[in-house]
């Protein structure tokens, strides 16, 4: 799934055994939604999640996990959370009611306080088939985005462990999310050889959300507020660490050119040398997510 013209629409798409895709639809969320994305997006929403980095986070979140599990012995969903994002779910699977889905993957905004551990839960409260193999994880849209692109894929997905060895001798690229809506822009860097999410919610993403600089904002001289946003997320994190030797940037949503340009001025700022693969279709991270169940639903069958 993957949004695009407002940060509330998601997308589904299916992935032919020839190789083809189909773009299903899409379907918008309601209030509930958007507001849940905005409340997520801050780091007030944080909290400890599994993986826990310490025995102390997993003691002090034994109150709402404890909470969790009573909701779903009676049947509910394990929060309001993923109530929300399990009826969005499922309005988006019954627009596939006459395809075959071995598998579904679900791909997900890097955003501050959405976890694996929710996604997980949506998937089992709407009793999707459980992941196996090597692409056995939801992952964040900047994964499903990549291999939305061709990248991050082996060749022989035919043999699970021919497909790793290949995985190993992938490139590696730094790459930049940048995910433009009518409502917001959302920003994550991470770096990337496969398209498997082998993070597994073990550490908080390098993210960053705006909902005042969306393509709907009123806001005077737009493109250089956007690029000046872009900048402030990227230079601090680079300046900690080595400045890699390429960076590569994945726009999508982006229809005005101006506004590309300035994601592209700051990023070349931080990286001088920058690959950009823009696309304004809102279908790149749901053909990603496609061709990663079909994957997974492929190598089951060896």
């Not at 007030?44 to 993986?51: E, I, K, L, Q």
């Not at 025995?55 to 909701?71: C, V």
């Not at 400045?243 to 990286?271: C, K």
């Not at 279709?281 to 997974?296: C, I, M, N, P, Y």
């Amino acid at each position: 799934m993957k949004s695009r013209s407002q940060v509330y629409c998601r997308t589904i798409s299916l992935r032919h055994p020839d190789g083809s895709f189909e773009d299903v639809g899409r379907i918008e969320g309601d209030s509930s939604y958007l507001e849940m994305i905005k409340r997520l997006s801050s780091h007030a929403a944080s909290h400890p999640s599994p993986p826990y980095a310490s025995w102390d986070d997993m003691w002090s979140d034994t109150p709402r996990q404890g909470w969790r599990s009573l909701r779903k012995k009676m049947g509910l969903a394990a929060s309001p959370d993923v109530q929300v994002i399990s009826e969005l779910v499922k309005k988006l699977l019954a627009l596939c009611e006459s395809a075959f889905l071995p598998y579904v993957i679900i791909s997900y905004p890097g955003i501050t306080a959405l976890y694996k551990e929710d996604i997980n839960d949506v998937a089992e409260y709407l009793s999707l088939p459980k992941l196996t193999g090597f692409y056995n994880v939801h992952p964040w849209e900047v994964y499903a985005a990549f291999a939305g692109h061709g990248l991050g894929l082996c060749e022989h997905s035919e043999d699970k462990d021919r497909c790793k060895d290949e995985g190993v001798h992938l490139p590696i690229y730094e790459t930049l999310l940048v995910q433009y809506t009518d409502q917001a822009i959302l920003l994550h860097t991470t770096r990337l050889q496969t398209a498997v999410d082998v993070d597994y919610g073990a550490s908080d993403p390098h993210v960053k959300a705006s909902f005042e600089l969306g393509a709907n904002s009123n806001a005077d001289e737009l493109a250089s507020r956007v690029l000046e946003f872009v900048y402030q997320f990227m230079w601090p994190w680079y300046t900690g660490q080595l400045v890699p030797d390429e960076l590569l940037v994945i726009m999508t949503g982006i229809t005005d050119q101006t506004i590309q340009e300035a994601i592209r001025e700051a990023a070349e700022r931080v990286v001088p040398k920058t690959q950009i693969l823009a696309s304004n279709s809102e279908f790149v991270a749901s053909r990603g997510s496609a061709e990663l169940a079909w994957r997974v639903n492929f190598t089951e069958l060896f």
